[in-house]
């Protein structure tokens, strides 16, 4: 079995794990700003709906008034031709009534008035804001989606070289590495020994065992963390 072929498996692994994770975070970042545009559409969309309904409002306390002021010239009229102070009296009561109420209707007129003007104004602003803000969201897709092109295209080409440097691994070694990383894809998983103890667990490594990694150039595993053991002589 090669060292230097499994050093370069352990390699291209690393770097296969890091471009599995960075293209999932371009992936992740990508989809966060897609739906952040979603979200200021539908915030337009809420505002422009809200406009609507302003204007809905002020168009019927329009009508209302029209309506407050037609009944109040009815009744006008009506005052022109009673004669006698009781119906005189009864019709100023209902002109009175009907006075005040288009004053209240006025005042809600205004408020409707002033209302729209408000969303019309933050309709605006949220039109403004969503186009400053998909402008630069769409150049931030863009950007993640070329280093995507790139990344995906070295992780295929990783994972297409694999297969190479497994070949002719020894076949228990290969076991106990793909298990290690199976465990976490960023553990150590080679270590240079000097002494007959282990660098990851510290445990005493059997003296056979040392003198064959050390003397033939083989790789062995702790039996106690199943670290993969070298020797390098350095």
Not at 181 to 188: D, E, F, H, Q, Y
Request: net charge negative; proline share 1%; with cysteine.
């Amino acid at each position: 079995m090669s060292l230097e072929q499994l050093f370069r498996l352990c390699e291209q692994d690393a770097r296969i794990h890091e471009l599995n994770h960075t293209i999932t975070e371009i992936r992740k970042g990508v989809q966060n700003q897609i739906t952040e545009i979603k979200s200021i559409k539908a915030r337009v969309e809420q505002f422009s709906e809200k406009e609507k309904q302003f204007e809905v409002k002020l168009r019927a306390t329009e009508v209302e008034v029209q309506a407050a002021e037609e009944e109040l010239k009815r009744l006008q009229a009506q005052r022109m031709q009673v004669s006698s102070e009781k119906m005189l009296s009864g019709v100023d009561q209902k002109i009175e009534a009907q006075s005040g109420l288009i004053s209240s209707l006025e005042e809600k007129w205004f408020e409707d008035q002033e209302a729209l003007e408000v969303a019309k104004e933050n309709l605006i602003k949220m039109k403004d804001h969503l186009e400053s803000e998909q402008s630069k969201q769409e150049r931030v897709i863009e950007d993640g989606n070329l280093k995507l092109d790139g990344l995906e295209q070295e992780f295929k080409q990783l994972m297409d070289l694999r297969p190479t440097n497994l070949d002719g691994l020894q076949a228990s070694i290969l076991k106990k590495y793909e298990f290690q990383r199976s465990k976490n894809a960023t553990v150590k998983v080679l270590f240079d020994i000097n002494s007959n103890n282990c660098p990851r667990c510290g445990m005493q490594i059997p003296n056979r065992t040392f003198e064959m990694v050390r003397y033939n150039g083989e790789v062995a595993s702790c039996s106690s963390c199943n670290a993969l053991l070298f020797y390098s002589g350095k």
